[in-house]
């Protein structure tokens, strides 16, 4: 059974940083698209960051120059380094794993960030 299990989240002060894991297995992961998204409390699911299996890189507006996204083929990880934490950063976050006929998610992480 292919398992996502993000690791990381946390309670953190505004202006913190964090560093998120996924781990996978059972899946070929060097040959899939991995993103990580997050949903806060009462609205829908988001794109946070996406890396492509050749390691391009994509960023929501929100976070870019604050989030680093990276993989470790050698690991079957994927990572979100986040800095300059804000408020609003608050949310589930979610490991997803991605080919054109398949996508799989983990069960999330908590972040919260305040004082």
């Known amino acids: 059974q292919v398992q996502l299990v993000e690791s990381g989240g946390g309670l953190v002060q505004p202006g913190g940083s964090l560093r998120l894991s996924c781990a996978t297995s059972?899946?070929?992961?060097?040959?899939?698209?991995m993103g990580w998204y997050r949903q806060a409390p009462g609205t829908q699911r988001e794109l946070v960051a996406t890396?492509?299996?050749?390691?391009?890189?994509n960023y929501a507006d929100s976070v870019k120059d604050r989030f680093t996204i990276s993989r470790d083929n050698a690991k079957n990880t994927v990572y979100l380094q986040m800095n300059s934490l804000k408020s609003e950063d608050t949310a589930v976050y979610y490991c997803?794993?991605?080919?054109?006929?398949?996508?799989?998610w983990g069960k999330g992480t908590l972040v919260t960030v305040s004082l």
């Open positions: 997803n794993a991605k080919l054109p006929n398949k996508n799989y």
């Open positions: 059972r899946i070929i992961f060097s040959i899939y698209d």
């Open positions: 890396v492509t299996n050749g390691g391009s890189t």
